[in-house]
């Protein structure tokens, strides 16, 4: 049985959030305020400036049911100046130097001569993408190759300038000594649409600072499940909250010039329209299946607000449309007409550029990544085409000439980028180096507002006997993995797009949780053991747990079939509180995470429980909340903005869904004096993957996927960023990109294994099924083990796994850093992994992919008879999960 957590003002709230949101699913039409949603007549809606608080989008109590798209009434009009300025422009082009304006190639695949020749209109930088591949470039270098593409656009005949956009979503993450803000999830549960304003205009800052134009920024999805691996980029389930903040974001990061965008902003990206928050199991790039009432209604909201405070981009998603059972068939919204330009453009009104995401024309039936007139078609008016864009170009000149893509679509599309350029200042200012703020390394600082944000975020769920505030000189013992890594605590789509490969030495500028403690009760007052061995928490006045999720950004952080059970996905986390619970000192577990997840067992061996979410790099800001010092004031104030669940596979979990009964719920956060007295909670697990029904019988002979060559239906294959799609590995055994390369090897008798080789950057070696999954339970009920003799020739220099998929991004993986390492160089090894270390996250149902090994760093190793053999997790050299962790 669980005992309902107590609460007082914190429940009255969260019971106002659910009634408001219950109007909304049974399409009562709430009170439109002052600047709400209005129609004449029963007429199309329409919406425009926001009603507000102290100066801010107010986040209203409930909104109204739409009955239609509303027209969306943007602060941003058009200029008959502007216009006929574009028009000139316009007429004097050529096919080719418009089709270039309608290309968006990555920094690394075009130079600025290419710029030049080809008449680029814009550049991206990727996640994980900095000038000369320099992960620590300066100001001044990302300036240099900003003013070097400026020049070169400059120079051309049409003068037309370029633009860089550039993944700046919790701060500008790319950029090394940048002061990064809590993910959208925190911000969600700060309540405070006018802080969301203010990290807005300073992220456009740190963005002047290196010279980019265009932030793809802010996300706007409106989650639905939180098994959804990009959860944490939403600010919350609830639609409310995301229409005020959408209008807030947009206001911060462009300025809020009503003329256009002033000096001191970028150019704002309302993503990923529409519908990426709502797919099925929280797959990403999956099937959202909404009936177009719920997309109204709900994925729709925060692009009202957003639209009406002037966005000027918004970026199609990767998600597709489709419900069979209600008609609606637009699959890839990179190819909906019907979303993009009938709905969108016509009839909300957007007069701005639609962007498409990262090679996603090359997802719409029918397309590659650089061939795709559908998607131009549809509406797509700028085409991010990272390195294939030289054929797009080609590809798309000729298909106007031939009439799949009419002259008055490239025009529209044309029309629409010179619009932006000129609202946004760019045909009139100087080169970036000597705008507003470039190279100013005080710029990218914004530690204060950033410490505040954190604050706002943290959300108190437990404080028995009011264990907290601690007293200004406690004397503290702090344990778990996240207490001092930057890497944790920023989390995805920071420096890196996974957010991975990062050390405290990559934050110059950041304080670990850990350093924000030691300041808060002096550093002799803080004893620091990770794994909490050899201390004695009775010596201590409170034991702090920082612990939770490690990082991941889209199709990684997918849990896909995976339950939601915090113990399983981190065993160790929960390892460490066992060391420290009922040892004479009250437990208070800080939890790092990017998404509500089921942790009673946690909460059980807790005292205290505050969900951090993902704060950045001001760590000082939660140690802030944790002791009552002068930054004190008072204390917790975040509520949350998304459900707690309750069971591992409670989710979707959604106020006015069937059976909505979190354990928290939407609206829910302790205030200092509520002891928030929580009972012990059920702890049951959920021993198969959510949704499965068991079964598949026993396994009794070995699945074997490659001996001295592929087995049929398996092939091999080698991934990394060159080609992340996967490169077969021919018939001779042999295949390469720049991250790694494989060569037949001798493991057990003449070429009878795979050698692969990791030259220093991410990539795989894996062995797959390319027509699909298969249902594999038949092994894990016969305690199979994946078994392969390997032959280590370099140790690992990085984090190493081995993996399997059930049809990425559905997977699971143990980590094989020290298995590797530990093995004798040179020699011929047997390993036994047991396939039951992959349970419950993979879906054996569905097993697509039975053996991959993926690493960050240098590592040669060859691998051969690579199987999963019933029964073999029972032989004494079978490892054990517990050395895989």
């Not at 778990?480 to 890594?485: F, P, Q, T």
């Amino acid at each position: 049985m669980t005992t309902p957590p107590v609460r007082s003002g914190p429940r009255r709230a969260a019971l106002a959030v659910m009634a408001g949101l219950a109007i909304l699913a049974t399409g009562t039409t709430g009170i439109p305020s002052a600047g709400a949603d209005t129609a004449k007549g029963g007429g199309q809606p329409v919406i425009g400036k926001p009603a507000t608080d102290h100066g801010c989008a107010r986040i209203e109590k409930t909104l109204p049911t739409l009955a239609d798209w509303p027209k969306v009434k943007s602060e941003i009009k058009q200029n008959p100046a502007d216009e006929k300025r574009v028009a000139k422009i316009l007429s004097g082009m050529t096919l080719a130097e418009k089709i270039g304006q309608m290309t968006q190639p990555e920094i690394s695949a075009v130079t600025p001569a290419e710029v030049a020749q080809y008449g680029i209109g814009s550049v991206l930088n990727g996640g994980g993408s900095w000038p000369g591949g320099d992960k620590h470039a300066t100001p001044k270098a990302w300036l240099d190759l900003a003013d070097a593409y400026w020049q070169a656009s400059v120079g051309t005949r049409t003068k037309i300038p370029v633009i860089w956009g550039i993944d700046a979503v919790h701060g500008n993450n790319n950029v090394y000594g940048a002061t990064l803000f809590p993910h959208n999830i925190g911000l969600g549960a700060a309540h405070d649409p006018c802080l969301v304003r203010d990290i807005g205009a300073a992220t456009a800052t740190q963005i002047h600072a290196t010279g980019q134009d265009w932030a793809f920024a802010p996300t706007l999805a409106v989650v639905r499940d939180d098994r959804w691996g990009r959860t944490y980029e939403g600010f919350s389930e609830d639609p409310r909250i995301t229409r005020a903040y959408g209008y807030e974001a947009v206001r911060g990061l462009q300025g809020g010039n009503s003329g256009g965008i002033g000096d001191k902003g970028v150019i704002a990206t309302a993503k990923h329209y529409i519908g990426d928050g709502g797919t099925l199991k929280g797959t990403d790039q999956g099937v959202n299946p909404s009936s177009e009432a719920e997309m109204i209604n709900i994925h729709g909201q925060g692009y009202y607000g957003a639209l009406a405070a002037g966005a000027q981009t918004v970026m199609a998603s990767f998600n597709s449309w489709t419900n069979a059972d209600l008609g609606i068939n637009e699959g890839k919204m990179h190819g909906s007409k019907r979303a993009l330009t009938d709905i969108l453009k016509q009839k909300m009104g957007f007069d701005g550029v639609v962007v498409s995401d990262w090679n996603g024309i090359g997802q719409v039936a029918g397309c590659t990544n650089s061939s795709c007139a559908r998607a131009i078609n549809a509406g797509i008016d700028v085409v991010m085409v990272p390195n294939d864009w030289k054929a797009f170009i080609a590809n798309t000149i000729a298909q106007v000439q031939a009439g799949e893509i009419p002259m008055a679509r490239v025009d529209d599309a044309v029309t629409r980028i010179l619009r932006v350029k000129l609202r946004a200042g760019v045909f009139d200012a100087r080169k970036p180096s000597a705008r507003h703020k470039a190279g100013s390394a005080g710029a990218l600082q914004a530690r204060e507002l950033a410490r505040k944000a954190v604050r706002e975020s943290q959300v108190l769920l437990k404080n028995n006997g009011r264990v907290l505030p601690l007293a200004p000189r406690s004397k503290v013992l702090v344990v778990g993995k996240s207490a001092d890594s930057m890497q944790n605590q920023t989390g995805g789509w920071t420096l890196t797009w996974q957010g991975t490969g990062n050390t405290n030495a990559d934050f110059p500028n950041g304080t670990t949780i850990l350093g924000g403690l030691r300041e808060a009760l002096g550093a002799s007052n803080v004893t620091f053991s990770e794994t909490a061995d050899g201390v004695d928490p009775a010596a201590y006045d409170a034991v702090i747990a920082v612990i939770g999720e490690t990082p991941y950004a889209e199709g990684v952080g997918d849990l896909g079939r995976r339950t939601l059970e915090a113990a399983k996905l981190y065993p160790a986390d929960l390892a460490v509180l066992d060391k420290v619970r009922g040892k004479g000192a009250p437990v208070v577990t800080v939890y790092v995470t990017g998404r509500p997840l089921y942790v009673n067992k946690e909460l059980n061996r807790s005292d205290a429980f505050v969900v951090a979410w993902l704060p950045g790099t001001e760590g000082g800001g939660v140690a802030d909340q944790l002791v009552r010092t002068s930054r004190w004031s008072e204390g917790y104030t975040g509520k949350l903005s998304y459900s707690w669940p309750k069971s591992a596979c409670q989710t979707p979990l959604n106020p006015g869904g069937e059976g909505y009964d979190p354990l928290f719920p939407l609206g829910y956060g302790l205030r200092y004096g509520q002891t928030g007295s929580v009972g012990t909670l059920d702890e049951t697990s959920q021993d198969t993957a959510c949704g499965s029904t068991g079964g598949g019988g026993t396994a009794t002979e070995d699945l074997e996927l490659f001996n001295r060559t592929d087995v049929a239906p398996y092939k091999s294959f080698i991934g990394s960023p060159e080609n992340w799609g996967g490169t077969e590995i021919g018939v001779d055994g042999t295949a390469a990109h720049a991250e790694i390369s494989v060569v037949p090897s001798d493991v057990n008798v003449q070429a009878d294994g795979l050698k692969a080789t990791w030259n220093g950057g991410p990539a795989q070696i894996y062995m797959q099924d390319p027509a699909g999954g298969s249902d594999l339970r038949g092994y894990l009920n016969a305690d199979a083990a994946l078994v392969f003799d390997t032959i280590v020739h370099q140790p690992p220099a990085a984090r190493t796994v081995i993996s399997a998929h059930c049809v990425y991004p559905c997977f699971a993986e143990v980590v094989a850093t020290s298995l590797f390492q530990n093995l004798p160089a040179g020699s011929k090894a047997t390993v036994k992994i047991p396939v039951s270390c992959f349970a419950p996250n993979l879906d054996f149902e569905n097993v697509n992919t039975p053996f991959l090994v993926y690493t960050e760093g240098a590592f040669s190793a060859s691998f051969a008879n690579v199987r999963w053999a019933p029964n073999a997790a029972k032989d004494p050299d079978a490892l054990k999960c517990s050395d895989l962790t």
